[in-house]
Nanobody, 127 residues
Framework: QLQLVESGGGLVQPGGSLRLSCAAS??????IGWFRQAPGKEREGLSC????????NYADSVRRRFTISRDNTKNIVYLQMNFLEPEDTAVYYC??????????????????????WGQGTQVTVSS
C-alpha cells in the first residue's frame, strides 16, 4: 500500500508562488499525477509525470504556470506553481498509478486511472 503525503500548501497572494511536495516510500515505481478540488467542483487533473521523470503532461489551464518534477533520490514529486490566481484556490492532491497515463492527457487528468491518493493540502490564493 502506497501512502502519499502532500505538503507545501498555504496562503499566498495573487501572483505568488508555492511548491507542493508529494512524498512516499516506494514512489519511484509509480507515475504520479497532481489534482485539485475546489469547493463545489469536481476533482480536476493538472499534471502528471512518469516514474523516472522523463515524461510529463499538463492540463491546458496550468501548462504555462505549473511545473511538475520529481527527485527519486528523495522519494518526492513536486508541483511548482507560479503566478497563482484566486481561481487556483483548492485542495491539492497527488495520486499514483502504474498505468501508462503520461502520453495521453485524457488519461493523465482522469481520477479513475489512479490507485493511490494522498489526503491533500490546502492552497488559498487571496489578498
Amino acid at each position: 500500500q502506497l501512502q502519499l503525503v502532500e505538503s507545501g500548501g498555504g496562503l499566498v497572494q495573487p501572483g505568488g508562488s508555492l511548491r507542493l511536495s508529494c512524498a512516499a516510500s516506494g514512489i519511484t515505481s509509480y507515475n504520479i499525477g497532481w489534482f485539485r478540488q475546489a469547493p463545489g467542483k469536481e476533482r480536476e487533473g493538472l499534471s502528471c509525470i512518469s516514474s523516472r521523470g522523463g515524461s510529463t503532461n499538463y492540463a491546458d489551464s496550468v501548462r504555462r504556470r505549473f511545473t511538475i518534477s520529481r527527485d527519486n533520490t528523495k522519494n518526492i514529486v513536486y508541483l511548482q506553481m507560479n503566478f497563482l490566481e484566486p481561481e487556483d484556490t483548492a485542495v491539492y492532491y497527488c495520486a499514483a498509478t502504474t498505468r501508462p497515463v503520461i502520453s495521453r492527457l485524457v488519461m493523465c487528468e482522469a481520477t479513475r486511472f489512479y490507485d493511490f491518493w494522498g489526503q491533500g493540502t490546502q492552497v488559498t490564493v487571496s489578498s
